[in-house]
């Protein structure tokens, strides 16, 4: 059951920086494994008693749902990496955090003030700024590490505080100066004005400031140097994560097997449409369905899938993120293809004069448009503004050349018919999202080692760029995604159209299944 034809493991290895840079929605679609789908009695995905998973199971499955979508976004998002969470001082956090951590300093300068000094909150934060210093440190620094540890040794710093002899500058100073030795060169301004800080109990401040920015510098090192490794083994350690998120939480593929079974009764409804058209035509049966073409016709669902309140297929968990961008973006640009389609074909004779018109109406269509996924967008006021400043611009035009502006009648019937393309089954929009479906199929159909991209179908041109951008965007992540999920989504066919048992996924190539 070939659901990877054409699909090769080198091609997609290769593709992992072009996927969109953009975080996926994790916590949303983690309801896609913790909720019991098949225990629902209206459910077709199970007809079976629903299997009771213990608290321990859902810990297991939540684990490693989190390993498997952490290591899938530092692999394919070359954009990835870790940021210091910054509260603003006006919201609750921020009030909190600020009057805990100055109550500790004001503390700290008390004691520090007394006669004799109290040095004992003071060692504490020299202990936690040596273990910090340490774990910068690579396994081979051995002679750094002695150093360290010989010089903030806070039981020596105890005994030389009980003979009011420790030196909490000059402790301060080494720590400042081993921290220009370890830090990343963009740190190395912030280290230097560390130097300038008098006020002891301010440079403390200070150094755990700098010693949090350098945590997120290894951090952040770190994932980039995992990120090759990640990228060449991604496709097994993701399947067996998934594998083992399957046996703690066994009803983790229904949503998915429930995506592919309605891709399944849409594509037999279409075969019996046509069949019932065609004199003497028979019907088609479910084992002669091609299982690759319902597995294409269900990923391009994902590019008109209403994300707001429907879950996500789990084993699409890791990209949800990714492909609602993709979606949203995609939903614009028909907007945008269909003004022009429109203005072109009602007023193409007044606009031929005008250069650059078509890129000139696309960049104002998208200023006007954007964040038309948002709720609170009114699409029908922005193609109102959009059809307004259109006739504006052509008029302007026409009168510079000497020619009469629109006509009244002409004027209404642009506006009426770009302000319609929100109406449900609007020829121009569906007509212009079937060519964007075409486009899309015919990439997820072309061989991976094809080069050249599909043909854009006629009234897409404007939009070409952006479309072309989208479309191989979408193909990396339905190629890798049939790379990791093949044995499972053969499993799932096996099940819906030959009512074949489950093979064991671990033993499927997913290149002949």
Same mark, same amino acid.
């Given at each position: ?44 995905a ?52 600020q009057i ?11 004691? /520090?003030? $007394?006669d %004799? ?10 202990? =936690?700024?040596?273990?910090?210093? @340490? !774990? ?23 005994q ?17 100066t ?16 560390l ?25 952040n ?6 990120r ?17 998120? /399957?046996? $703690?939480? %066994? ?10 079974? =309605?891709?399944i009764?849409?594509? @037999? !409804? ?35 899938w209403d994300y ?6 789990e ?45 000139k ?18 699409l ?11 006739c ?18 002409v004027?209404?019937n ?12 609007n ?34 041109a ?35 159209l ?16």
């Amino acid at each position: 059951m070939p659901l990877n034809d054409e699909q090769n493991s080198d091609c997609d290895s290769s593709r992992f920086s072009e996927s969109t840079g953009s975080s996926s929605d994790s916590e949303y679609s983690r309801q896609s494994f913790t909720s019991d789908s098949s225990s629902k009695p209206s459910s077709p995905a199970s007809t079976s008693p629903p299997k009771l998973v213990t608290f321990d199971e859902m810990m297991a499955a939540a684990r490693n749902l989190s390993d498997l979508t952490l290591a899938h976004e530092i692999a394919v998002n070359e954009n990835f990496h870790l940021q210091r969470t910054e509260h603003s001082q006006n919201s609750l956090p921020g009030r909190v955090r600020q009057i805990v951590h100055q109550a500790f300093w004001d503390r700290l300068e008390e004691d /520090l003030n $007394e006669d %004799p000094p109290e040095y004992e909150h003071a060692i504490k934060l020299f202990d =936690e700024i040596k273990e910090i210093l @340490l !774990s910068f440190l690579n396994p081979g620094a051995n002679r750094m590490r002695s150093q360290i540890c010989e010089v903030l040794d806070t039981d020596l710093i105890r005994q030389q505080a009980q003979h009011n002899a420790v030196d909490i500058q000059g402790l301060a100073n080494y720590v400042i100066t081993t921290m220009g030795k370890l830090c990343a060169p963009v740190r190395d301004n912030d280290v230097n004005q560390l130097k300038a800080t008098g006020n002891i109990v301010a440079l403390f401040r200070q150094i755990f400031h700098v010693l949090d920015l350098m945590r997120m510098d290894y951090v952040n090192f770190t994932i980039q140097s995992l990120r090759p490794h990640l990228q060449h083994n991604l496709v097994d350690y993701e399947r067996a994560k998934f594998q083992d998120i /399957l046996e $703690e939480t %066994p009803s983790a593929l229904d949503l998915t097997t429930e995506w592919i079974r =309605e891709s399944i009764q849409d594509e @037999l !409804s279409s075969v019996s449409c046509e069949a019932s058209s065609s004199s003497g035509a028979g019907g088609i049966s479910k084992p002669n369905l091609s299982p690759t073409l319902v597995l294409t016709n269900s990923y391009l669902k994902l590019l008109q899938w209403d994300y707001q309140k429907k879950i996500i297929p789990e084993t699409l968990v890791t990209d949800e993120g990714r492909l609602r961008e993709l979606s949203e973006k995609l939903n614009q640009l028909k907007i945008v293809a269909c003004i022009c389609l429109i203005t072109s074909n009602m007023v193409g004779a007044a606009i031929e004069g005008i250069p650059d018109f078509g890129n000139k109406q696309k960049r104002i269509s998208f200023v006007l448009l954007d964040g038309m996924n948002k709720k609170t967008f009114d699409l029908k006021e922005a193609l109102t503004a959009i059809g307004l400043q259109t006739c504006s611009e052509i008029n302007q035009s026409l009168t510079e050349r000497g020619f009469p502006p629109l006509s009244k009648e002409v004027h209404a019937n642009l506006m009426g018919q770009i302000c319609n393309i929100v109406e449900e089954d609007n020829p121009i929009s569906s007509l212009i999202d079937k060519r964007i479906q075409l486009y899309m199929r015919s990439l997820l159909a072309s061989p991976c080692a094809q080069k050249s991209m599909a043909t854009i179908p006629g009234g897409l041109a404007v939009i070409q760029t952006e479309v072309e951008s989208i479309g191989s965007q979408f193909a990396n992540i339905v190629n890798l995604n049939k790379q990791v999920y093949g044995p499972f989504y053969a499993n799932i066919f096996r099940k819906l159209l030959f009512n074949k048992p489950v093979a064991n996924t671990t033993d499927t190539d997913p290149s002949t299944n």
